[in-house]
Nanobody
Framework: QVQLVESGGGLVQAGGSLRLSCAAS????????MGWFRQAPGKEREFVAA????????HYADSMKGRFTISRDNAKNTVLLQMNSLKPEDTAVYYC???????????????????WGQGTQVTVSS
């Protein structure tokens, strides 16, 4: 079992940057695909980015490509989401999620994730 705790959210102006961090408990962190998702008020939760067990493969939603970067440090049980060139439409609660297994399917399917953090609010002002 994995417990996930996100941090790093906050209020930023459009064009600014934030770095989200997700700290994971447990000794099998490297066995999980990790993903970031977000949910804006009144909208469904959507895929942001995912990374495979060793960081060798990543996948991004189209609207995040070139602006967001996902990375992980298995020695520290953390996964990061660097967000640059933020837009007001990026405003949402951002969730970290873990999917068991090392087989890489791209990580974009929300239903494949077994463990979720509590979320961190990101607000981008115009």
């Amino acid at each position: 079992q994995v417990q996930l705790v996100e941090s790093g959210g906050g209020l930023v102006q459009a064009g600014g940057s934030l770095r989200l961090s997700c700290a994971a408990s447990g000794r099998t962190f490297s066995s999980y695909t990790m993903g970031w998702f977000r949910q804006a008020p009144g909208k469904e939760r959507e895929f942001v980015a995912a990374i495979n067990w060793n960081g060798g493969s990543t996948h991004y939603a189209d609207s995040m490509k070139g602006r967001f970067t996902i990375s992980r440090d298995n020695a520290k049980n953390t996964v990061l989401l660097q967000m640059n060139s933020l837009k007001p439409e990026d405003t949402a609660v951002y969730y970290c999620a873990a999917k068991p297994g090392r087989i890489w399917y791209g990580g974009g399917d929300l239903s494949g994730y077994d463990y979720w953090g509590q979320g961190t609010q990101v607000t981008v002002s115009s």
